[in-house]
């Protein structure tokens, strides 16, 4: 899924992006840049700043939305318009 994600969006299919959209498929709730970057770094060796660049692409894309909630914190989730498989 997260390869035809990124193919439809042409983006590059990268080990990062897709290990970043599965995390984001699997949680039920908007998650922060932190809370990525600790499950993504479960998985393989990535900087906090790649975790942010490829968030920033995605949303970009409209992928993801992301959202500044009221504790100041930036939160992002799938982008309900965007077409999920």
Request: with cysteine.
């Amino acid at each position: 899924m997260e390869k035809e994600i990124l193919k439809s969006v042409e983006l590059k299919s990268t080990k990062k992006r897709k290990i970043i959209l599965s995390i984001l498929e699997k949680s039920h709730v908007p998650l922060t840049p932190e809370e990525i970057f600790e499950e993504a770094t479960r998985h393989t060796s990535m900087s906090f700043s790649t975790v942010y660049r490829c968030l920033g692409a995605l949303t970009d894309k409209k992928v993801l939305s992301k959202q500044i909630r009221q504790d100041g914190k930036t939160y992002y989730q799938f982008n309900n318009q965007s077409h999920r498989h």
